[in-house]
């Protein structure tokens, strides 16, 4: 960690704790959470231009930040929660302009994003056609989750990073998510460049999530915004129907996940005639195209080229794809759910 961050944290320590300097300094100063100063969330916006990882308040609960840009910097976030599954993000965005650029805004979705924005609901809309958004953040869906945050801190970031910002709740997977910084830094601690404390967060439950198709909106998510809210904005009935508190869609499962045209065959050990290659380090011959996820054999380089070289390879005009092995370190699990996955979508085709 660079000094300034630890002498910035040194003073914030010595400004809240007159005297601490005099003494052995606290534990604390090991930690990276700083106080979500002006300053501090330049630094943090920095970081995040720089494809770096930053835990920030929001009133619904703590994400887990990166540049939703940015395929390697959100191919961090699933690394360090350890998700065992590309599961996708919510996009944040400062206002409904520039989610404009990356959605598509039908009547429905402007409407409820009038009514509710800032605030706990995360609308699930399709990608905008020049969307900038990584394919990773979506897990190669066509649609992306997009949410303009209620909190000073979160929106000051954005508008200082002046991208949008990816964020999960910043929680290592399976654990319950994080309404103080103290929760993010003993959860991810140092796995994270910066967590900027902006104190307890409000609503302290995570937003509702919504899907908007022409056919009407789905509760995929219970949150921070209630059902009946939603409906009066709408005049209409939500569709689906959630069974208990917890119940959240699996879009892992949902068919319109993305799965290639192409045959998929995994973990080949050679490549047959025609086939187009998707490698992982060092390149089996005789493909008619090849692309690599990763010369290096680097997992995350890996999960950051899956999804836009899978779909390059469905345009390739090869008939069919083979996936070289991916080891199961790192995000290699993650990967490996998604190619069988791929695999079983495209031979049910
Ligand atoms: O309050 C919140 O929503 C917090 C703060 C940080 O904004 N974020 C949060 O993110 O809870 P996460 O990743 O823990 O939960 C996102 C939820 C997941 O259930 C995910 O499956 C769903 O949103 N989701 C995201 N994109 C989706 C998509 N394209 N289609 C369907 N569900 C989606
Ligand atoms: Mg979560």
Redesign the pocket.
């Known amino acids: 960690m660079p000094d300034k961050f630890i002498r910035q944290r040194r003073n914030w320590l010595i400004e809240s704790n007159p005297g601490c300097d005099k003494l052995d300094m606290p534990k604390t100063v090991d930690s990276n959470i700083v106080k979500a100063s002006p300053r501090a969330i330049r630094e943090a916006a920095d970081r995040l231009r720089h494809g770096g990882l930053v835990s920030?308040p929001?009133?619904?609960?703590?994400?887990?930040?990166a540049d939703a840009t940015s395929d390697s910097a959100v191919a961090r976030i699933f690394e360090v929660k350890g998700r065992p599954r590309f599961?996708?993000?919510?996009v944040?965005v400062s206002s409904i302009g520039p989610a404009r650029g990356v959605v598509s805004f039908g009547d429905r979705a402007s409407r409820l994003a009038e009514a509710f924005w800032p605030g706990?609901l995360?609308l699930?809309l399709s990608r905008a056609p020049e969307c900038p958004i990584s394919l990773l953040a979506?897990?190669g869906?066509e649609?992306?989750?997009v949410?303009c945050?209620d909190h000073p801190v979160?929106r000051a970031l954005i508008e200082a990073a002046g991208v949008p910002i990816a964020?999960?709740?910043?929680?290592v997977s399976g654990k319950v998510?994080p309404t103080t910084a103290g929760h993010v830094g003993a959860d991810l601690g140092s796995k994270v460049d910066l967590i900027l404390d902006g104190g307890r967060c409000p609503?302290g439950?995570?937003?509702?999530?919504v899907?908007i198709t022409p056919r009407g909106v789905t509760l995929?998510?219970p949150?921070?915004i209630g059902r009946i809210e939603i409906e009066e904005v709408l005049g209409e009935a939500l569709l689906g129907r959630i069974t208990d508190g917890t119940a959240?869609?699996?879009?892992g499962q949902?068919e319109?996940h993305y799965a290639p045209r192409l045959a998929l065959r995994l973990n080949v050990a050679e490549v047959a005639p025609g086939e187009a290659l998707l490698a992982f380090g060092k390149p089996l011959p005789g493909a008619a195209v090849t692309l690599n996820l990763s010369a290096d054999g680097d997992t995350r380089e890996a999960a950051a080229n899956l999804f836009a070289m899978m779909r390059e390879l469905d345009r390739s005009g090869c008939g069919a794809m083979a996936v070289m092995p991916v080891p199961m370190r790192g995000l290699g699990l993650a990967i490996n759910d998604r190619l069988s996955r791929a695999a079983a979508g495209a031979a049910s085709r």
Request: no cysteine; aromatic share 4%.
């Open positions: 920030f929001t009133e619904t609960v703590y994400g887990l930040g599961n996708p993000l919510i944040h706990a995360s699930v979506s897990a869906l649609t992306l989750a949410r945050p979160a964020a999960p709740s910043a929680n998510s609503v439950i995570e937003s509702t999530v899907g995929l998510r949150g921070g959240i869609d699996a879009p949902m319109s």
